[in-house]
C-alpha cells in the first residue's frame, strides 16, 4: 500500500524537485523531465510495486488541478474566443476518441471498441500545464495562449464524459446510444449548474465574513473538492462543476481578496499543482514495470509499435482537423470575417502542433478498475496504461522540445508590444494617482513628504508618456533601463546584508527583522516581474 512507502515518495519527489530545477536551467518544458523521471524510475532496481486505488485518483488529483488551470484562465478572453475553443475542447476530442477507438479496435487483436473508446477519451485531451509551461518563455500571440489554454481547460470535461461512458458500457456490457446522448446533456448542465451555485456560495464566504489570507487559502484549497464530490454525488460531470465554478471566482476574484491572501494562494497553488504533477508521474513510473509484465497476451515490441502508431494517428488527426476548422467557418459565416482576424497558416500549425499530453491523461489511466464487477481482472489495463505513458512521452518530448524550435523557424511572435501596453498600465496609474492626490489631500499640498511624491508620480507620467510617443533616445533606453534595474536590485541586497548583520547582532527584534525582511522579499519580487 501506498502509507508503507511514504519516505519512497517523498525521496523520489526531492528527485523530481532536482530535475525541475535542471529544467529551469537548460530553459525546458518540467513536464518533459518528469515524464522522463518516471521513464528511468521504473528501471531503478529493487523499487517496490505501488497501487492506489482507481476510485481516488480522480478525487486526489483532478480537482485541484483543473481548477488551478480554471483560476489563471482569464474570463474575458476565454468568451472573447469561445468559437475556436469549443470546435477543439469539443469537436477535435470527441474526433479523436472516435479516430483512436477505430484505429486501435482495428490494430490490436482482441481491443473491443468499447476499449477503444475507454484509451480515446484518455489520451484525446491535451494538457494545460505541458502546453503553458512549454510556451512560458515564449511571446507568442496573445491568441494561440488564450485557445491553447481555455482548450486544455474544457477539453477535460469532454473527454472524461466519453472516458466515463466507454467505462460504463465495458462494466455493464452494453451501451445505448440514444441515452448516452441524453445522458451527456444532464451531466453536463447539471455539473454547470452546481459549480456555479458553489462557487457563489464561496464567493459569499470570501466577500463577507472576516477570513484571513491563511483562511482563503485553506477555503480555496477545499473548493475544488467540494464542487467534484457535491456533481459526483448527484451523477453530473465534477469536471464541469469544478471548471464552471473556477471560471465565477476567478471573475470575481478582485473583489474578494485582499493582496496578502492573493499573494499567499498564488504560492501555495503553484506548489501544489508542482507537486501533484510530480507525485502522479512518480506512481506511474512505480507501476510501468509491473505494467509491462502484465502485458501478456502482446509482446513489448508489439506493445511499443502499436502507441507510436496510435501516437502519430492522433498527431495527425489534431493538425488535420485544425486547418479546415479554422478556415472553412470563416468562408461561411460574414460575422466570423468580421469578428474575428484572420490567423495565418503559421499560427494554426502551432496551435495543432502543441498538443502535448501530460497528467489528466495519466490520471484516467490509472483510474481505471483493477476488476471487472465479477472480480476478474479488467482486460487490456495494462496495455491501455502502457499506451498512454508512451503517448504522453513522445508527445511531450518530441513536440515539446521541438516546439520552440518550429516558433523560431515559422517566425511566429507576438503581434503586441508587451512593453508598450506595461507602459500604458503604468501611465494610466500614475494619472489616477495624482488626480486623487489633488483632489483628496490637496491641505498637504506645501508638506515635503507630499511635494516627493507628487514628484515621483509627474516624473512616471513623463517618462512613460515620452517612451510611448516614441520620444526617448532609442538607444538611451537599453542600456539606461536595465543599469538602472540591476541598481535597485544591488540596494535590495545591501538591506538585506545589513538586515542579516542586525540579525546576528541582536540588536534588533526578530519580529521586526522578519517583517523587514518581508517587504525586501515584495520589493525583489516586483523588481525581477
Same mark, same amino acid.
Given at each position: 500500500m ?5 519516505l519512497?515518495?517523498i525521496s523520489l519527489?526531492?528527485? @523530481?524537485?532536482?530535475l525541475?530545477?535542471?529544467s ?9 523531465f518528469?515524464?522522463?523521471s518516471?521513464?528511468?524510475i521504473?528501471?531503478?532496481?529493487g523499487?517496490?510495486?505501488? *497501487?492506489?486505488q /482507481?476510485d ?5 488529483f483532478l480537482p485541484? !488541478? !483543473?481548477?488551478?488551470a480554471a483560476?489563471n484562465?482569464s ?12 470546435l %477543439?475542447?469539443?469537436g %477535435?476530442v ?8 477505430f484505429?486501435?479496435s482495428?490494430?490490436? /487483436?482482441n481491443?473491443g471498441?468499447a476499449?477503444?473508446f475507454?484509451?480515446g ?6 494538457? &494545460? @500545464?505541458?502546453?503553458t ?9 496573445? #491568441? ?6 481555455g482548450?486544455s481547460?474544457?477539453n ?5 464524459? @466519453?472516458f466515463?461512458f466507454?467505462?460504463a &458500457?465495458?462494466l455493464i456490457g452494453n451501451f445505448n446510444?440514444?441515452k &448516452?446522448?441524453?445522458n451527456? =446533456?444532464?451531466?453536463v ?8 451555485a458553489?462557487?457563489f456560495?464561496?464567493y459569499s464566504?470570501?466577500?463577507?465574513? /472576516?477570513?484571513?489570507?491563511?483562511i ?23 469536471v464541469l462543476a469544478?471548471?464552471s465554478?473556477g471560471?465565477? !471566482?476567478?471573475y #470575481?476574484?478582485?473583489d474578494?481578496?485582499s493582496?496578502s491572501s $492573493?499573494?499567499q494562494m498564488q504560492?501555495v ?10 507525485v ?9 514495470r509491473?505494467i509491462?509484465n502484465?502485458? *501478456? ?11 507510436l ?10 493538425i ?9 467557418p470563416r ?15 503559421q499560427?494554426?500549425?502551432?496551435v495543432?502542433?502543441?498538443?502535448? $499530453?501530460?497528467?489528466v491523461s495519466?490520471a484516467?489511466?490509472l483510474?481505471i ?11 487490456? #489495463?495494462d496495455?491501455? =496504461?502502457?499506451i498512454?505513458?508512451i +503517448?504522453?512521452?513522445?508527445? =511531450?518530448?518530441f513536440?515539446?522540445?521541438? =516546439?520552440?524550435?518550429l516558433?523560431k ?13 506595461e +507602459?500604458?498600465? $503604468?501611465?494610466?496609474l500614475?494619472e489616477?494617482?495624482?488626480?486623487h492626490?489633488?483632489s483628496h ?10 511635494i516627493?511624491?507628487?514628484e515621483?508620480?509627474a516624473?512616471?507620467?513623463d ?5 510611448l ?5 532609442a ?5 539606461f533601463l536595465?543599469?538602472y ?5 544591488d540596494?535590495v541586497a ?8 542586525? $540579525? ?10 522578519r517583517k523587514k525582511?518581508?517587504? %525586501?522579499d515584495l520589493?525583489?519580487a516586483?523588481?525581477h516581474?
Amino acid at each position: 500500500m501506498i502509507q508503507d512507502n511514504i519516505l519512497l515518495i517523498i525521496s523520489l519527489l526531492l528527485g @523530481v524537485s532536482m530535475l525541475a530545477m535542471l529544467s529551469d536551467k537548460l530553459r525546458i518544458s518540467y513536464p518533459i523531465f518528469l515524464v522522463v523521471s518516471g521513464l528511468f524510475i521504473s528501471i531503478i532496481p529493487g523499487i517496490p510495486d505501488i *497501487q492506489l486505488q /482507481p476510485d481516488l485518483v480522480f478525487l486526489i488529483f483532478l480537482p485541484p !488541478l !483543473l481548477y488551478a488551470a480554471a483560476w489563471n484562465t482569464s474570463w474575458k478572453d476565454f468568451w472573447k474566443w469561445k468559437r475556436p475553443i469549443s470546435l %477543439l475542447a469539443f469537436g %477535435l476530442v470527441i474526433t479523436t476518441a472516435c479516430g483512436v477507438a477505430f484505429f486501435s479496435s482495428y490494430i490490436i /487483436p482482441n481491443f473491443g471498441l468499447a476499449f477503444g473508446f475507454l484509451l480515446g477519451g484518455i489520451i484525446s485531451p491535451p494538457d &494545460a @500545464v505541458a502546453a503553458t509551461t512549454v510556451m512560458q518563455e515564449l511571446k507568442l500571440p496573445k #491568441r494561440i495562449v488564450t485557445i491553447l489554454e481555455g482548450e486544455s481547460l474544457v477539453n477535460d470535461a469532454a473527454s472524461l464524459i @466519453v472516458f466515463r461512458f466507454a467505462l460504463a &458500457a465495458i462494466l455493464i456490457g452494453n451501451f445505448n446510444i440514444w441515452k &448516452a446522448e441524453a445522458n451527456f =446533456l444532464y451531466v453536463v448542465a447539471l455539473g454547470v449548474l452546481i459549480g456555479i451555485a458553489i462557487g457563489f456560495v464561496i464567493y459569499s464566504i470570501h466577500r463577507y465574513l /472576516p477570513t484571513t489570507p491563511s483562511i482563503d487559502t485553506a477555503v480555496s484549497l477545499m473548493t475544488p473538492y467540494i464542487m467534484y464530490i457535491a456533481a459526483e454525488h448527484f451523477h453530473s460531470s465534477g469536471v464541469l462543476a469544478v471548471v464552471s465554478g473556477g471560471l465565477f !471566482l476567478t471573475y #470575481r476574484s478582485q473583489d474578494i481578496f485582499s493582496y496578502s491572501s $492573493r499573494l499567499q494562494m498564488q504560492h501555495v497553488w503553484d506548489t501544489v499543482v508542482f507537486m501533484l504533477n510530480g507525485v502522479v508521474f512518480i506512481l506511474i513510473g512505480l507501476q510501468l514495470r509491473s505494467i509491462i509484465n502484465g502485458i *501478456q497476451e502482446y509482446s513489448i515490441i508489439a506493445s511499443i509499435g502499436y502507441a507510436l502508431l496510435i501516437t502519430l494517428l492522433v498527431i495527425v488527426i489534431r493538425i488535420a482537423w485544425i486547418f479546415p476548422n479554422t478556415y472553412i467557418p470563416r468562408l461561411l459565416s460574414k460575422k466570423i470575417r468580421t469578428t474575428e482576424p484572420k490567423p495565418t497558416w503559421q499560427n494554426v500549425l502551432i496551435v495543432g502542433w502543441s498538443g502535448m $499530453r501530460g497528467v489528466v491523461s495519466l490520471a484516467s489511466g490509472l483510474a481505471i478498475p483493477l476488476t471487472l464487477s465479477d472480480k476478474t481482472p479488467f482486460p487490456h #489495463r495494462d496495455l491501455i =496504461l502502457f499506451i498512454t505513458f508512451i +503517448l504522453i512521452l513522445v508527445t =511531450l518530448v518530441f513536440q515539446g522540445l521541438t =516546439l520552440p524550435w518550429l516558433i523560431k523557424i515559422l517566425k511566429v511572435h507576438s503581434e503586441e508590444d508587451e512593453s508598450q501596453l506595461e +507602459l500604458a498600465v $503604468r501611465l494610466r496609474l500614475a494619472e489616477a494617482s495624482l488626480e486623487h492626490m489633488d483632489s483628496h489631500y490637496s491641505e498637504l499640498a506645501d508638506n515635503d513628504a507630499y511635494i516627493r511624491v507628487k514628484e515621483r508620480y509627474a516624473r512616471m507620467i513623463d517618462i512613460a508618456g515620452k517612451r510611448l510617443n516614441m520620444e526617448t533616445n532609442a538607444a538611451e533606453a537599453p542600456a539606461f533601463l536595465p543599469k538602472y534595474r540591476q541598481m535597485l536590485i544591488d540596494l535590495v541586497a545591501i538591506k538585506r546584508n545589513e538586515l542579516n548583520k542586525m $540579525r546576528h547582532n541582536n540588536s534588533f527584534p526578530d519580529e521586526l527583522i522578519r517583517k523587514k525582511e518581508l517587504e %525586501l522579499d515584495l520589493e525583489e519580487a516586483r523588481l525581477h516581474k
